[in-house]
């Protein structure tokens, strides 16, 4: 589906490779693995093989010196086939890319290889409880060890992907920002910290969710969590700069993450609706059936676009165009999953609830889309305030 006008020959041999290995595996393969309580070890393991897991990360540490396009090349080809790889958007979108722009040359050689070659994981734990999407609220702070010259982090964290299969997760913290004068301003001084899974008081708590995946969802409870002073990564000054180099990857990843989604269960509908004949033609002949479709299939095409842009833009640089552009991608990319799902399983009727046909548990996971990272109206929040300069409302 990509267009050589836009990609290169690289990025169509790319996504022609990763779509054959995402069609050897499947939604079946998926919805076994989702159904048995298990991971998609061997998807996992066959794309770290190919070199696909680590495509966007330096080549000096055992990546494909390649940037989020390819990598979100990699999810949305494995989701178009049925079976996308969650760990995909964390580990070595957002914590590859993190640690590969800001870590020390200890902390790239510790991890990097193994994010790339899909040995190690990590997670990434940002959301709290009562912070919800204000970011300015993060109340789990980071404050010196006086006697090690280490860190001391407390808070909680919720809906943190895959901490059970991470040997890490990279945790926002706040520590307190000082004005000119020394005076403490109380405003928000993110920074990241990598916490090993078996650290001393750290502990997680799995959360019930009505969605299939294989990749749970836990609560993270930090009390008196102690790092070495190496634990931190990047400058403790730098502040929002640092995080958003994760937090754009990870726009640009949902947006990959959506719209293979919605390719899929685009793909299903119209194999139905071209097959399934309840009169004297095929049910797709009617305009009330293809013309639903057809603007999916637009709601698609125009979310690429822009989720190509999004990439291009974060891999030449340019971070405060890139901002804009990944919000928009997955802003487009969500709306379009929701939609296309709806419109799949309302196109096969009452098979579109089947088990056989595996369209109704997507229904659940597209609201995803729109939900996370960050909510549709916090993005419409920063497109009126960013880009349209409109004045905030809180």
């Not at 995946?213 to 836990?218: G, L, R, S, W, Y």
């Not at 726009?251 to 009169?279: C, H, P």
């Not at 399983?345 to 939900?371: D, F, K, P």
């Amino acid at each position: 589906m990509g267009d050589p006008v836009i990609e290169t020959e690289e990025h169509q041999a790319l996504r022609d490779a990763v779509a054959a290995l995402g069609k050897r595996y499947g939604r079946e393969y998926f919805t076994q693995v989702v159904a048995e309580g298990k991971h998609t070890d061997e998807l996992w393991a066959e794309a770290a093989k190919l070199g696909y897991l680590g495509v966007n990360l330096p080549e000096e540490y055992g990546g494909g010196g390649g940037g989020i396009t390819e990598l979100s090349i990699v999810l949305e080809e494995l989701g178009a086939a049925g079976c996308p790889l969650l760990m995909l958007v964390v580990s070595p979108a957002i914590c590859g890319t993190v640690i590969a722009r800001f870590g020390t040359e200890e902390q790239k050689r510790q991890w990097l290889p193994g994010l790339a070659d899909g040995s190690r994981k990590m997670a990434f734990g940002i959301t709290e409880p009562d912070a919800g999407s204000n970011s300015h609220r993060i109340t789990t702070t980071a404050r010196r060890d006086q006697e090690s010259g280490g860190w001391i982090l407390n808070g909680r964290k919720v809906f943190v992907s895959g901490v059970d299969i991470a040997e890490a997760t990279l945790i926002v913290g706040r520590t307190e920002a000082v004005s000119d004068k020394g005076v403490k301003t109380g405003k928000l001084k993110p920074c990241l910290f990598i916490v090993p899974r078996d650290t001393p008081g750290f502990s997680r708590n799995p959360i019930s969710m009505e969605l299939a995946a294989p990749e749970k969802q836990f609560e993270l409870v930090l009390d008196d969590v102690r790092l070495p002073a190496d634990a931190l990564v990047g400058d403790e000054d730098a502040g929002l700069l640092q995080l958003f180099a994760g937090l754009n990857p990870e726009r640009v990843m949902t947006a990959a993450f959506a719209l293979g989604m919605a390719r899929y269960a685009l793909e299903r509908a119209v194999e139905y609706a071209r097959d399934r004949q309840v009169w004297k033609v095929p049910v797709g002949a009617h305009q009330a059936i293809a013309h639903p479709l057809a603007q999916c299939h637009i709601d698609i095409e125009l979310a690429r676009l822009m989720m190509h842009k999004a990439a291009h833009l974060y891999d030449i640089g340019d971070d405060m165009g890139a901002g804009e552009a990944a919000n928009m991608a997955k802003y487009a990319a969500g709306e379009a999953a929701v939609k296309t799902v709806d419109q799949a399983v309302h196109t096969l009727g009452g098979n579109g609830l089947t088990t056989e046909y595996g369209l109704a548990s997507m229904i659940t996971a597209a609201r995803v889309a729109r939900i996370a990272p960050v909510s549709r109206e916090m993005i419409l929040n920063f497109v009126s305030h960013q880009s349209l300069g409109l004045p905030k409302s809180y």
